[in-house]
């Protein structure tokens, strides 16, 4: 099964990959293969000539000042502000809200919509797939608060089982805190199925969208979600930079996160009052030059269509799913099919522990992630302690897949030999 020429059907990988200059690196003395995707993805010189022409010419705070830089900082930081939200099918800009990323977006709902909303006996449904991101936030609050949580089992194949999910809903469910898409297994959750059960029992609902929102169209509306979180660096965009879409009636009631400036209306000796969304939500000096770089990643991505970035992926993903099933020793963790996942794929080489594995790989120039990709409940779950993981983005090939293949193979046949 040999790997084709540096073409899919979706996407022109010639000029995507020329867009990165960091895939002109060697790490030791091999071509870089960036296979850690779901970890961060890396730049292009679009966003990052973006940041550079910031600073070089623009540079002054938002919303500050009446001097010509900072009123056109501002505008670029309101226009990112609108791409972004545009991107996730926001109704309004003023339902997007910038944060560091997306364990802060998930730590401002816990806190700020929890504290307001959770009291003794509700109940917090979460599956066991969660990064810990959208697990310890809300054990954080539910001891505050009295609540409880309680987890979704998987099916056999790794998706959420909706009938487990069916028993565990009740009217003392407050929220269901849920994965768009796992970061170990891929496996995609139906949200809209999930959001509606969510409803019927008046309950809110979070998803995580760390792993969707860079890989899979987006509209918040048609999955019928409460919040929806996300993180720039693994779209492209620069670290520390990410997003938390909120319903409209949910943001205006909840009280505000952090306190500063920025966020008030007034502020008197003994009390403030705040200031309308979404500026309720933006204390001290955000994140503006790297927030107008994500306004920058948004455009590189829509110009070359969500439809073929997740076509291109399922492509990728689907052909290494294919020729890692053929490798001896090697198992792969969660369902076959490439179009009920993203492009994550994580496995194990039976014998060799993924530490060392990551090594051998590292040697050929291929950098993947190893370990338990902060997700303990969902390893105990699958019994082991640590995976390899493969993730896929815009600008990996299958050439590159067959590459790792036989990096894989050159790990067992020095392992085996050793043992
Ligand atoms: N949720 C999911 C599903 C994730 O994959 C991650 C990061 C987060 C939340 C947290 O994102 P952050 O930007 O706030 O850190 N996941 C990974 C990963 O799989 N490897 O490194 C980071």
Redesign the pocket.
């Known amino acids: 099964m040999p790997g084709t020429a540096l073409q899919t059907a979706a996407l022109d990988l010639e000029r995507i990959r020329a867009d990165f200059p960091i895939l002109q690196r060697h790490v030791n003395g091999r071509p870089l293969i960036y296979l850690?995707n779901?970890?961060?993805t890396q730049k292009p010189r679009q966003v990052i000539d973006a940041l550079v022409d910031f600073y070089t010419n623009t540079n002054a705070n938002v919303h500050r000042g009446v001097h010509t830089l900072s009123v056109e900082s501002t505008d670029l930081y309101e226009a990112s502000r609108e791409r972004v939200a545009d991107f996730v099918g926001a109704r309004s800009p003023e339902e997007l809200i910038f944060v560091?990323?997306?364990?802060?977006?998930?730590n401002l709902v816990a806190v700020s919509w929890g504290r307001a909303n959770l009291k003794p006996g509700d109940e917090i449904l979460a599956s066991t797939l969660?990064?810990?991101?959208?697990l310890v936030p809300w054990q954080r609050v539910a001891q505050d608060t009295g609540a409880r949580i309680r987890l979704i089992q998987l099916r056999a194949d790794g998706t959420v089982d909706l009938d487990d999910y069916r028993q565990l809903l009740s009217p003392r469910t407050r929220v269901v805190a849920i994965?768009?898409?796992?970061?170990?297994l891929g496996t995609i959750s139906n949200l809209p199925e999930i959001s509606e059960l969510a409803h019927q029992v008046g309950a809110v609902v979070m998803a995580?969208?760390?792993?969707s929102v860079p890989n899979v169209p987006t509209d918040v509306n048609a999955l019928g979600v409460d919040f929806l979180?996300f993180?720039g660096?693994?779209m492209l965009a620069p670290?520390g930079i990410?997003g938390l879409w909120g319903r409209r009636e949910l943001l205006e009631e909840m009280p505000p996160f952090l306190g500063g400036g920025g966020m008030i209306r007034e502020v008197f000796e003994d009390r403030a009052t705040w200031a309308p969304l979404p500026e309720k939500f933006d204390a001290g000096t955000p994140n503006f030059a790297d927030a107008i770089a994500l306004g920058v990643a948004v455009d590189y991505l829509e110009d070359l269509g969500m439809p073929n970035v997740r076509a291109h992926e399922v492509d990728v993903a689907g052909y290494a799913l294919e020729r890692l099933a053929a490798v001896p020793d090697v198992s792969v963790y969660g369902p076959r099919d490439p179009w009920i996942r993203t492009g994550?794929v994580s496995f194990n080489l039976e014998g060799v522990h993924p530490h060392d594995a990551g090594t051998v790989l590292d040697e050929a120039g291929i950098a993947v992630?190893a370990g338990h990709?902060?997700?303990q409940p969902l390893h105990r779950v699958l019994d082991v302690a640590a995976t390899l993981?493969a993730?896929f983005y815009i600008y990996n090939s299958r050439d590159e897949v067959d590459a790792l293949v036989d990096a894989l193979n050159t790990a067992r046949r020095l392992y085996q030999r050793s043992r």
């Open positions: 850690d779901a970890a961060t560091r990323n997306t364990t802060e977006a998930i969660e990064h810990h991101s959208n994965a768009h898409a796992s970061n170990v995580d969208g760390a792993q979180a993180s660096h693994k670290t990410g994550v992630r990709h902060c997700c993981r993730s």
